[in-house]
C-alpha cells in the first residue's frame, strides 16, 4: 500500500469494498448480479472526490496458499496478478485517485495498513461505505472498524449506503436473507444505512 502524507488533512473516507472482478464477472464466487449497484457507486464515489474524501479501495488479493481456501472449499478466487484481483472496468479508472489496501481476509479492517490509515486521519468525522460482499466481506470490515473508534473514543459517523453493496445469491446463500441478517447487524452495532431518495 502506498503512502499517503497529511492524512491528518481528511475528515471523510469512503471505503469500496472489494468491487473486483473476481466477485462480479469471472471466477467460482462471482455473481453479476453485483454489477447493478456500480451505477451508484460510481455517483457517490465523485460525490466523495467533490468533497475531498479519501477514497479506499479494498481488494481482495490472495496467493494459492491462502488458508481461507481450506475453510471454504473449492473457491479459489482472486489470486494477486489476475484480472480477478483488479477492480470492475467502470471503477478501475478512479483507482489512481485513492488509496488500495489488499486483503487477504473477509475483513478490510485486518488488512495490512488500515488501521494506520485511521490512525493518521486525526480529523476524521464520517467514514462511508459501499461494495460487496454484503453479509462478508462489508460486515466484517464495518462491525470491527467501529469497534475500533469505540475503543478509541473517536465518535466517528458511520454510513453504509444500502443501495450501493449487493452479495451473492446461490444454492446455499439465499442473497434477501444473507442481505437482510447483515443489515441488520449492521444497524444493531450503530452505522446508520442510508439510501438515495
Request: hydrophobic fraction near 40%; proline fraction near 3%.
Amino acid at each position: 500500500m502506498e503512502k499517503i502524507k497529511n492524512l491528518n488533512v481528511y475528515e471523510n473516507l469512503f471505503i469500496v469494498v472489494d468491487m473486483v472482478n473476481g466477485f462480479t464477472n469471472e471466477g467460482v464466487l462471482h455473481d453479476t448480479e453485483i454489477n447493478k449497484v456500480i451505477p451508484r457507486q460510481l455517483e457517490l464515489i465523485k460525490e466523495a472526490k467533490n468533497k475531498g474524501a479519501l477514497i479506499i479501495w479494498v481488494k481482495d488479493t490472495h496467493t494459492k496458499e491462502s488458508t481461507e481456501f481450506k475453510r471454504f472449499g473449492n473457491t479459489l478466487h482472486c489470486i494477486e496478478g489476475t484480472k480477478e484481483a483488479e477492480l470492475v472496468p467502470e471503477l478501475a479508472p478512479y483507482e489512481k485517485d485513492g488509496l488500495v489496501v489488499k486483503k487477504n481476509s473477509t475483513s478490510f479492517f485486518v488488512a495490512p495498513g488500515f488501521e494506520e490509515i485511521l490512525k493518521g486521519c486525526v480529523n476524521l468525522k464520517k467514514v462511508e461505505v459501499v461494495g460487496c460482499c454484503t453479509d462478508i466481506c462489508v460486515v466484517n470490515g464495518v462491525l470491527p472498524m467501529m469497534n475500533y473508534f469505540d475503543q478509541y473514543n473517536r465518535d466517528i459517523e458511520v454510513v453504509v449506503h444500502e443501495d450501493a453493496i449487493a452479495t451473492y445469491g446461490g444454492p446455499n446463500h439465499d442473497r434477501t436473507v444473507y442481505e437482510n441478517a447483515a443489515k441488520l447487524l449492521l444497524k444493531q452495532q450503530g452505522a446508520k444505512l442510508v439510501r438515495k431518495n
